[in-house]
T-cell receptor, first 112, second 112 residues
Framework: GQQLNQSPQSMFIQEGEDVSMNCTSS?????WLWYKQEPGEGPVLLIA?????ELTSNGRLTAQFGITRKDSFLNISASIPSDVGIYFC????????????FGKGTKLTVNP | NAGVTQTPKFQVLKTGQSMTLQCAQD?????MYWYRQDPGMGLRLIYY???????DKGEVPNGYNVSRLNKREFSLRLESAAPSQTSVYFC???????????FGDGTRLSIL
């Protein structure tokens, strides 16, 4: 089946640093989503991308839909302790089925 | 507005017992999904329901059954629980195809 390669698997950073994570796929996607999951909770949608090349911001978060439609990245600027969590990318394929394909997540730890 | 509500939040079963996980959404969404989340594996789709009256298998359907009771409710049943089904189960919903999914807070299931 389709797979998303999400990297890095984990990050340990200092408060105030910028963060970058990305997802790549062997398949073309027509939608890219980024979710954040905090301990004991379900994933919460951060950013949705629908067009190749699209660059979208949500506060300190910025995500881009790669031109090749096979990758996406998420940047977090000036990290704060509440950014801690697991960040998941998810893609939906060319066929437009309801099935999302999820990456395995990037676990972010922010040291105050 | 509760969004996606899952019950129970925690459950411990013995091998061979049966169990139904409940999910309800109040967002008038057409599509609903069940995922399981295991350490290092990300989210894997078990079953989904594109619309009321339809259900389809996802990536890991073996050992599970689902029922789309009405537009709001989608239940997941384990007929004979096995230790390999120990996991965190998430229900999600979306308005239609190519719309982002919204998740509940999960059911933590342990099978001894």
């Amino acid at each position: 089946g389709q797979q998303l390669n999400q990297s890095p698997q984990s990050m340990f950073i200092q408060e105030g640093e910028d963060v970058s994570m990305n997802c790549t796929s062997s398949s073309i996607f027509n939608t890219w989503l980024w979710y954040k999951q905090e301990p004991g909770e379900g994933p919460v949608l951060l950013i949705a991308l629908y067009k190749a090349g699209e660059l979208t911001s949500n506060g300190r978060l910025t995500a881009q839909f790669g031109i090749t439609r096979k990758d996406s990245f998420l940047n977090i600027s000036a990290s704060i302790p509440s950014d801690v969590g697991i960040y998941f990318c998810a893609g939906q394929n060319e066929g437009g089925s309801e099935k999302l394909v999820f990456g395995k997540g990037t676990k972010l730890t922010v040291n105050p | 507005n509760a969004g996606v509500t899952q019950t129970p939040k925690f459950q411990v079963l013995k091998t061979g017992q049966s169990m139904t996980l409940q999910c309800a959404q109040d967002m008038n969404h057409n599509s609903m999904y069940w995922y399981r989340q295991d350490p290092g594996m990300g989210l894997r789709l078990i079953y989904y329901s594109a619309s009321e009256g339809t259900t389809d298998k996802g990536e890991v359907p073996n050992g599970y059954n689902v029922s789309r009771l009405n537009k709001r409710e989608f239940s997941l049943r384990l007929e004979s629980a096995a230790p390999s089904q120990t996991s965190v189960y998430f229900c999600a919903s979306s308005y239609r195809v190519v719309q982002p999914q919204h998740f509940g807070d999960g059911t933590r299931l342990s099978i001894l």
